[in-house]
């Protein structure tokens, strides 16, 4: 079984930083893409950042310069540094993988979501 734990989420003022990690663990061969979500109340999810095995990244345009996706192989971690908090960037974030597993095929895998609030 494979599980994605989020951490570092909480309130922050607008301006603020936060740092949120997600680790994956159980039975793991190798960890490929790797996302960060989020959905503010009454919309949808959405995609805020992908980064591949080979750190290739992508950000949406809302948080491009303010917000950065990185990742550790050998903890099978991805971060993302939320610098430059806006009220609008409340919202809970969700970690999701696509995990390649030690004894099947490989699946993809949604973390339980940490909730962000920018507020003074």
């Known amino acids: 079984q494979v599980q994605l734990v989020e951490s570092g989420g909480g309130l922050v003022q607008p301006g603020g930083s936060l740092r949120l990690s997600c680790a994956a663990s159980g039975n793991i061969r190798s960890v490929s893409f790797m996302h960060w979500y989020r959905q503010a109340p009454g919309k949808q999810r959405e995609l805020v950042a992908t980064i591949t095995q080979y750190d290739d990244t992508n950000l949406h345009d809302s948080v491009k310069g303010r917000f950065t996706i990185s990742r550790d192989n050998a903890k099978n971690t991805v971060y993302l540094q939320m610098n430059s908090l806006k009220p609008e960037d409340t919202a809970v974030y969700y970690c999701?993988?696509?995990?390649?597993?030690?004894?099947?095929?490989?699946?993809?895998?949604w973390g339980q979501g940490i909730q962000v609030t920018v507020s003074s």
């Open positions: 999701n993988a696509d995990i390649w597993l030690t004894n099947g095929p490989p699946r993809n895998y």
